[in-house]
Nanobody, 120 residues
Framework: HVQLVESGGGSVQAGESLRLSCIAS????????MGWYRQAPGKAREMVGQ???????YYADSVRDRFTISLDSANDTLYLQMDSLKPEDTAMYYC???????????????RGQGTQVTVS
């Protein structure tokens, strides 16, 4: 059973940076896809980006050029470096994963508890 634990959220001013981390456990095989979703109150969940052990990386247009996803597959850890944060980035950020597969358009099925990011 895959478990995901996020950390690194907080409250910052617009223009500042935050780095989120997600540590995964329970992978049976060494290929998987991990990513980040976010959801603001009253809004639909949005895929922020994802990265797979095959080397692919995807970003939503809303965060491209400001956010960077990096996957440390040796330690099953996913990072989200968020720069030039805007108030509209305020949301609960969830780490997610699909084990035993490469990244695709398929939604990521396993999710963590989330970490709050607030930008004012």
């Amino acid at each position: 059973h895959v478990q995901l634990v996020e950390s690194g959220g907080g409250s910052v001013q617009a223009g500042e940076s935050l780095r989120l981390s997600c540590i995964a456990s329970g992978y049976k095989y060494r290929h998987y896809c991990m990513g980040w979703y976010r959801q603001a109150p009253g809004k639909a969940r949005e895929m922020v980006g994802q990265s797979g052990t095959e080397g692919s990386t995807y970003y939503a247009d809303s965060v491209r050029d400001r956010f960077t996803i990096s996957l440390d597959s040796a330690n099953d850890t996913l990072y989200l470096q968020m720069d030039s944060l805007k108030p509209e980035d305020t949301a609960m950020y969830y780490c997610a994963a699909n084990p035993n597969t490469y990244c695709s358009i398929a939604p990521l099925q396993y999710r963590g508890q989330g970490t709050q990011v607030t930008v004012s």
